[in-house]
């Protein structure tokens, strides 16, 4: 009941600039958190940023002063904008949510994922 719209990712040279979006829709009561993580090949999923409801973001070691997370309550989306990209952030990354669809009842979402490639 709760579809995710993910976009944003392509290819960029280093030092270049992407900002991804995620866009959810369908049963949505209230979104309390939300974030990027993403997973490079052979390696597990990481969280990038995160930005719960409260909004007290939080950023990974090796994107902070280049990412920022935003959030947008009226149209259920997280934005990453991401500056000063390197080959290291080549990766696919994620949207995720935690939802409340109903009164009470929480669950937690991934988008489909999109890819950003950083290479010369």
């Known amino acids: 009941q709760v579809q995710f719209v993910e976009s944003g990712g392509g290819l960029v040279q280093p030092g270049g600039s992407l900002r991804l979006s995620c866009a959810a829709s369908?049963?949505?009561?209230?979104?309390?958190?939300m974030g990027w993580y993403r997973q490079a090949p052979g390696k597990r999923r990481e969280l990038v940023a995160k930005v719960p409801s409260g909004g007290n973001t939080r950023y990974a070691d090796s994107v902070k002063g280049r990412f920022t997370i935003s959030r947008d309550n009226a149209k259920n989306t997280v934005y990453l904008q991401m500056n000063s990209l390197e080959p290291e952030d080549t990766a696919v990354y994620y949207c995720y949510m935690v939802i409340e669809t109903v009164r009470t009842q929480y669950d937690a979402y991934w988008g489909q994922g999109t890819q950003v490639t950083v290479s010369s």
């Open positions: 369908g049963s949505i009561f209230d979104i309390y958190a």
